[in-house]
């Protein structure tokens, strides 16, 4: 399975920004990722948790992006997508979509629990 994330860019405090993640592969392995997450790393931090989600419907964001980004997908598309919306200069990072495939039994909200993941792509957020 390969993931490529897409829409990042130079956005201004308080706007908008979609990033989208395709996945491309076998299908029966593609529909085996049930669990798909977005992480993100700022400028000399560790990589984090922002979102997951769990077949359809199920979502869980970290508590810095709650009410602000959503996280959902298309599969007859084959893609995740992240709405971040009130974006604030924290959010500056390097974003990176992520599979995990089922009965992976690391603890989803850390980069262990994923199987693949996408090159990423950077959102500058300005002050």
């Known amino acids: 399975v390969q993931l490529q994330a897409s829409g990042g860019g130079l956005v201004q405090a308080g706007a908008s920004r979609r990033l989208s993640c395709l996945a491309s592969g076998r299908a029966t392995d593609i529909t085996s990722m049930y669990t798909m997450g977005w992480f993100r790393q700022a400028p000399g931090k560790e990589r984090e948790f922002v979102a997951y989600i769990y077949g359809s419907y199920s979502t869980y964001y970290t508590d810095s992006v709650k009410g602000r980004f959503t996280i959902s997908r298309d599969n007859a598309k084959n893609t995740v997508y992240l709405q971040m919306n009130s974006l604030k200069f924290e959010d500056t990072a390097v974003y990176y979509c992520?599979?995990?495939?089922?009965?992976?039994?690391?603890?989803?909200?850390?980069?262990?629990?994923?199987?693949?993941w996408g090159q990423g792509t950077l959102v500058t957020v300005s002050s």
């Open positions: 992520a599979a995990r495939r089922r009965g992976h039994t690391i603890d989803v909200l850390s980069t262990g629990g994923y199987d693949y």
